[in-house]
């Protein structure tokens, strides 16, 4: 039950960052910029947030503006 839980939660804050990003997105002629830094640190459902947040912004669409940048460290990673 606990574990079903949290992968509804971690759905439903996926879904919201989409939607935010969306909104933010369209609200400006800029384009927003997500940078994130130290991926090698980042947990498997941060990842997962990220790549679902890659996935669902749609990069034709006229409307949105955004763009994503990700950095690790090589070597700094422990193998996951």
Known sequence: YH???CVNAQKRLQ???CEFVQVISTSFA???T???DDLQWA???SI???NHLSLAVNPTS???HFFFLG???KGETDGA
Do not use: T
């Open 15 to 17: 879904w919201l960052l």
């Open 3 to 5: 574990d079903e839980n």
């Open 48 to 50: 997962a947030a990220v």
């Open 62 to 64: 006229e409307d949105a």
């Open 34 to 36: 997500l940078f994130l």
């Open 30 to 32: 800029a384009p927003v």
């Open 43 to 45: 947990d498997p459902a």
């Open 71 to 73: 950095c690790y460290r």
